[in-house]
């Protein structure tokens, strides 16, 4: 099957089993919103997707080819950001995401950086430090990845927090226009998606003891 595919995976930390057996399918023009409460394993379940971490049993492929080969085309079609920003505080946000782009092989201007930071709204404070911007504008120089690379597959953990209305708004936006131009998206959220990021699915994880 192409797409992300996950197949009878089982997840263990510190001897709880967070999930066994689970079987997940992302296809383009999906958005799955993946549900559960604090530590029900939903930052495992992405970082198994995206080929970060290796499960205990099952597998994950990306149009039949294991995603943890890191030549794989999952990496070359994919965005993984993480619940943290992971920017480096001491950089100005164009420094960061000139960095993030050639780790990613994205050819891009510095104008072309400033026009995004302009979209997801942080102009004007390109050359600072990124220690020195609030949280919800550190998210947003994050998520801005999501403009400047042309990948088809999104894996998203917590991409709302910190943002606010208008951001969640231009978020949820981005979403639905990404999986109608034939992106598909995983996101986790403790906030529900409102009808502004279009058809999605629910795929839910309990937490387990
Ligand atoms: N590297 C690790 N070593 C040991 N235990 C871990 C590790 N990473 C996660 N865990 C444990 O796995 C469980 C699931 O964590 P995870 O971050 O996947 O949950 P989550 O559903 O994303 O939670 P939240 O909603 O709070 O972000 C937690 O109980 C956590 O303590």
Redesign the pocket.
């Known amino acids: 099957m192409t797409g992300l595919v996950a197949t009878s995976l089982t ?1 263990i ?2 001897d ?1 089993v ?1 999930f066994e057996n689970l079987n997940l399918q992302l296809q383009t023009g999906e958005l799955m919103y993946l549900r ?12 198994l997707l995206t080929g970060l971490s290796m499960p205990e049993a099952g597998e994950v492929t990306f149009n039949h080819a294991p995603v943890q080969h890191s030549e794989s085309q999952f990496y070359r079609q994919s965005i993984y950001l993480g ?1 943290k920003s992971g920017l480096s505080s001491a950089l100005s946000a164009l420094d960061n995401l000139t960095y993030w782009c050639a780790q990613h092989q994205v050819t891009v201007t510095e104008s072309q950086i400033v026009n995004v930071l302009d979209v997801v709204g942080v102009t004007g404070l390109e050359d600072i430090p990124v220690a020195m911007l609030s949280a919800g504008q550190q998210r947003r120089v994050a998520l801005a990845r999501l403009w400047l690379k042309p990948a088809r597959f999104w894996v998203l ?2 991409p709302f927090t910190a943002l606010d209305t208008a951001g969640v708004a231009l978020l949820e936006t981005t979403f639905k226009k990404h999986v109608d131009e034939g992106g598909a998206i995983i996101t ?1 959220s ?1 906030q529900p998606l409102s009808a502004r990021a279009g058809t999605h699915r629910y795929f839910d ?1 309990e ?1 387990r003891f």
């Open positions: 997840c930390k510190r709880r967070l559960g409460p604090n530590g029900a394993g939903k930052t495992s379940l992405l970082r619940h953990d917590e986790t403790h994880l937490y």
